[in-house]
């Protein structure tokens, strides 16, 4: 629908805007509470403040394809999904996927590359670690954080069928969504 929403614990759903010209597809907050949206064909991201979208950041310039999912960690900066090509997926697309970070001065970089289609992405609590779930590469791929917001490669592990959204718990386990077998799986 292309809209952004709020949902209370009730169930009421409030719509809060609508994006005319693009697809939203991750969210996040910034440590000030604000709210950040990302869009998927225009790569950009765009913050939400009284009731309003405006540019937070323009990623087309450092983007290979369609960017899909955003995670902010608690020190406001934000890792984005490139999936490496445009829709639709090209079958033959490899390993092309990349993470952007977009620091909360504006910056913005590559930081990670060689991923098979990016898509959920987890940051633990203490910003020292990124998880990042490959639906092409049946696996998750986790980077150690570096001060300047950098990704060191650690390892890939948790082989499984099409790992979507992720999600930390408190201790460090990957929650991970399923996507072709309707599941929620937890790794430790």
Known sequence: ARTLLSVSPSGEREQHATFTDDTPCGLGFLPDGTLIVLTMHRQRLLRYA???LSLYA?????????????????LGRAYVGDLGFRFPPPPDRGAVGQIILVTPDGGKRLVADGLRFPNGIAVSA???RLVVAEMDGHCLAEYGIEADGGLKFR???ASMKS???ICLDRE?????????D???IRVD
């Not at 323009?58 to 608690?74: Q, R, Y």
């Open 58 to 74: 323009d990623l087309s310039d450092v983007a290979a394809g369609t960017i899909d999912d955003m995670i902010v960690d608690g």
């Open 172 to 180: 460090g386990a990957v929650w991970v969504a399923a996507f072709e």
């Open 155 to 157: 390892q890939r592990f």
């Open 126 to 128: 203490d910003n020292s």
């Open 163 to 165: 790992p979507d959204g």
């Open 182 to 184: 309707d599941a929620f």
């Open 50 to 52: 009284n009731g309003e």
